[in-house]
T-cell receptor
Framework: EAQVTQNPRYLITVTGKKLTVTCSQNMNHEYMSWYRQDPGLGLRQIYYSMNVEVTDKGDVPEGYKVSRKEKRNFPLILESPSPNQTSLYFC????????????FGEGSWLTVV | GQQVMQIPQYQHVQEGEDFTTYCNSSTTLSNIQWYKQRPGGHPVFLIQLVKSGEVKKQKRLTFQFGEAKKNSSLHITATQTTDVGTYFCAGGNTDKLIFGTGTRLQVFP
């Protein structure tokens, strides 16, 4: 079954404590991306990756890091989380070919206190 | 930078009424995709439009892509409670798909 798996699904953490949200896809997709979803703002792209070791900033990259050491994995790193990073995060993957579908993970609810 | 706006932000309808959400881009789009997100769920792909003036139908859902490829609409005929959710349009290129702000649809039985 085609899947994008994120962990953790829910997390409450404190300001400044480094955390990583993992993302894994089993479809051999070249492209992966992280989005955050906030009320009234829709889905905003944080970072994306076109392939292994190739990443680029999205619209709201500040405060986040990513890496793409393997094709299937694309972790999102918050080195020093702040309360304004409290949000719902989605990982997504797709082939990059025209007409293809973006597959989303189930989401990770992150609260920074 | 490129922006994709969606209106309305919220829409409450009685079951059986029609519903339309509109998507407008500040730049010409190579394609536009539509997604549905059920409450508590993740966005799920509905359809992609590529050609200028294209119209596609999925049962009670009708999707249109404007002639100038800068706007799109989703129309639902005779809404049902199962249509509840947030509908997003997304446009752009292969690398950077810009999502609209979404329209949240509530259907009252």
């Amino acid at each position: 079954e085609a899947q994008v798996t994120q962990n953790p699904r829910y997390l409450i953490t404190v300001t400044g404590k480094k955390l990583t949200v993992t993302c894994s896809q089993n479809m051999n997709h070249e492209y992966m991306s992280w989005y955050r979803q906030d009320p009234g703002l829709g889905l905003r792209q944080i970072y994306y990756s076109m392939n292994v070791e190739v990443t680029d900033k999205g619209d709201v990259p500040e405060g986040y890091k990513v890496s793409r050491k393997e094709k299937r994995n694309f972790p999102l790193i918050l080195e020093s989380p702040s309360p304004n990073q409290t949000s719902l995060y989605f990982c997504a993957s797709w082939t990059g070919r025209p007409g293809n579908t973006i597959y989303f993970g189930e989401g990770s609810w992150l609260t920074v206190v | 930078g490129q922006q994709v706006m969606q209106i309305p932000q919220y829409q409450h309808v009685q079951e059986g009424e029609d519903f339309t959400t509109y998507c407008n881009s500040s730049t010409t789009l190579s394609n536009i995709q539509w997604y549905k997100q059920r409450p508590g769920g993740h966005p799920v792909f509905l359809i992609q439009l590529v050609k200028s003036g294209e119209v596609k139908k999925q049962k009670r859902l009708t999707f249109q892509f404007g002639e100038a490829k800068k706007n799109s609409s989703l129309h639902i005929t005779a809404t049902q409670t199962t249509d509840v959710g947030t509908y997003f349009c997304a446009g752009g290129n292969t690398d950077k798909l810009i999502f609209g702000t979404g329209t949240r649809l509530q259907v009252f039985p």
